[in-house]
C-alpha cells in the first residue's frame, strides 16, 4: 500500500509560518496528494491537494517536491486555531482502490502564543 | 448549515447489544464514506457507496456490520452483537465526486461496556 511519513508533532509560534513535511517515496504518477486536518472532538476537514503542481488556496500552500517523493503543506500565519492534527494523505488512483484515501496517524501541531 | 450530519453524536452500549448510526451527507453529493477511527491513529476506511450502490467494503469490515443507503440519501450504519473492540469513533463523510474532497461529519463516539 501506498503510505505517507510524517512527523508525530511539530510547535510553532503564533502568527509565524508552518512548515509541515511529508514523505511519500512510494507514491504512483497517478496519485494525488491530499491534506486533511483535524481539531479536537471534530471530524477531519479538507485543506488542500495536488498532483504534481503547487497548489494555493485561501488556507495553505501545498508545495510538492519534483520527483513527487515528498511535499510539505505551508500555514502562512499560524493562529491558535490551527493547532489540530494534520494528515498527509495518498489518494489512490483508479486502478488500485476506487480512489480511496489512506490515512496515516498524522502530525499534531501545536500552537504557542 | 448544510455539513454532513451524524447521529446521535454519542452512543453507549453493553457488549451484545445491535447499535444503529445514521449519517445524512450534503444534499447534491452522490458519494458517502464510512470511516472508524480510535484514539491516536487516522480515520480506517470501512466501506463507500456512489448513489445507493455500495461499491467497495473494507477487508477489516466483519459480518457484523452492515450499511445501507436506500434512496441515494442518508445512510445507516449497523454493528450487531457489539463487542469491546468496536468502541471507537465512527465517521462519515461524503464528495461530489471520486476525485472531490471529502467533507466529514462530527463523528459518533461508540463506547461498549
Known amino acids: 500500500d501506498a503510505k505517507t511519513t510524517q512527523p508525530n508533532s511539530m510547535e510553532s509560534n503564533e502568527e509565524e509560518p508552518v512548515h509541515l513535511p511529508c514523505n511519500h517515496s512510494?507514491?504512483?504518477?497517478?496519485?494525488?496528494i491530499h491534506w486533511y486536518r483535524q481539531l479536537p472532538s471534530q471530524g477531519p476537514e479538507y485543506v488542500i491537494h495536488g498532483l504534481t503542481s503547487n497548489v494555493n488556496n485561501r488556507m495553505a500552500s501545498l508545495a510538492i517536491a519534483e520527483d513527487r517523493k515528498s511535499s510539505t503543506l505551508i500555514l502562512h500565519r499560524a493562529t491558535l486555531r490551527d493547532a489540530a492534527v494534520y494528515y498527509c494523505?495518498?489518494?489512490?488512483?483508479?486502478?488500485?482502490?476506487?480512489?480511496?484515501?489512506?490515512w496515516g496517524a498524522g502530525t499534531k501541531l501545536i500552537i504557542k502564543p | 448549515d448544510t455539513g454532513v450530519s451524524q447521529d446521535p453524536r454519542h452512543k453507549i452500549t453493553k457488549r451484545g447489544q445491535n447499535v444503529t448510526f445514521r449519517c445524512d451527507p450534503i444534499?447534491?453529493?452522490?458519494?458517502l464514506y464510512w470511516y472508524r477511527q480510535t484514539l491516536g491513529q487516522g480515520p480506517e476506511f470501512l466501506t463507500y457507496f456512489q448513489n445507493e450502490a455500495q461499491l467497495e467494503k473494507s477487508r477489516l469490515l466483519s459480518d457484523r456490520f452492515s450499511a445501507e443507503r436506500p434512496k441515494g440519501s442518508f445512510s445507516t450504519l449497523e454493528i450487531q452483537r457489539t463487542e469491546q473492540g468496536d468502541s471507537a469513533m465512527y465517521l462519515c463523510a461524503s464528495s461530489q465526486t471520486e476525485t472531490k474532497a471529502q467533507y466529514f461529519g462530527p463523528g459518533t463516539r461508540l463506547l461498549v461496556l
Open positions: 494523505i495518498l489518494r489512490l488512483s483508479v486502478m488500485d482502490s476506487n480512489y480511496q484515501l489512506i
Open positions: 444534499s447534491e453529493h452522490n458519494r
Open positions: 512510494t507514491i504512483s504518477g497517478t496519485d494525488y
